[in-house]
């Protein structure tokens, strides 16, 4: 049992520190190209150099600039959600697309009504023809 233990820890840190170095910027790798620390990461995972190194040396873990608290300055740049429904630029392109919309809904029509009338103009014209 403590094996299997032993072995999900290991698989834990690797992918850990796999994703890890993946969604790091590259401005914030330290040492070595990320490519490099990658490729180090994989090849010595299973014996937890890899991952411990990239862990040690590899990403730079100081705290945001201005020496605020990883909570305080996530609060200071937040972005507020604003819901479709209230977000005045979202409507705004709605009522434009509709506008659009209903144009191309008119032209449509116009051109449907023209077209019935030559048809029936024809229509017309065929019977006086025959009847002639």
Known sequence: MIRYVWVLLVLGL????????????????RGLPKVVWVIIILLFGEVLVGPVAWLVAGRDRRGPAGGATPSEWHRSHRTAFVAPDDNPEFLASLKAENRKDETVLKDW??????????????????????ES
Do not use: G, H, M
């Not at 690797?14 to 890890?20: P, R």
């Not at 170095?21 to 790798?29: A, G, I, R």
């Not at 029509?109 to 025959?130: F, V, W, Y």
């Open 109 to 130: 029509e116009a051109d449907l009504r023209r077209r019935e009338d030559e048809l029936k103009r024809r229509e017309e014209q065929s019977r006086s023809d025959e």
């Open 14 to 29: 690797w992918i850990y520190a796999f994703i890890d170095c993946l969604n790091t910027p590259e401005k914030e790798v």
